[in-house]
Nanobody, 121 residues
């Protein structure tokens, strides 16, 4: 099983980035996919989740209206489009897979290694 994130980097405040997470080794279309992040000195937090069909999506209040999660089950990939980025969005971003919707980290079956996003001028 692998979850491989990509697309992170350094961006100026107000800029945009698109993260991707490519999955392999499990039935991607049967899993809820989520993005978490962990900023410097902070606990890891749930950013967004999307159910297997894409029909239900949830966001953290801090990113609503700025971030968009989506998935392509044909490509076994989940995305996080991030716009209007702020310095407080600086974090390592992780994708994770679970059989059902959950906000409990321990309930997730698979995790990626993370990709760094730095928002700074």
């Amino acid at each position: 099983v692998q979850l491989v994130e990509s697309g992170g980097g350094l961006v100026q405040p107000g800029g945009s980035l698109r993260l991707s997470c490519a999955a392999s080794g499990f039935t991607f279309s049967s899993y809820v996919m989520s993005w978490y992040r962990q900023g410097p000195g902070k606990e890891r937090e749930l950013v967004a989740s999307i159910v297997n069909t894409g029909g239900s999506i949830n966001y953290a209040d801090s990113v609503k209206g700025r971030f968009t999660i989506s998935r392509d089950n044909a490509k076994n990939t989940v995305y996080l489009q991030m716009t209007s980025l702020k310095p407080e969005d600086t974090a390592v971003y992780y994708c994770a897979a679970s059989r059902g919707y959950t906000v409990l980290e321990r309930a997730y079956d698979y995790w990626g290694q993370g990709t760094q996003v730095t928002v700074s001028s």
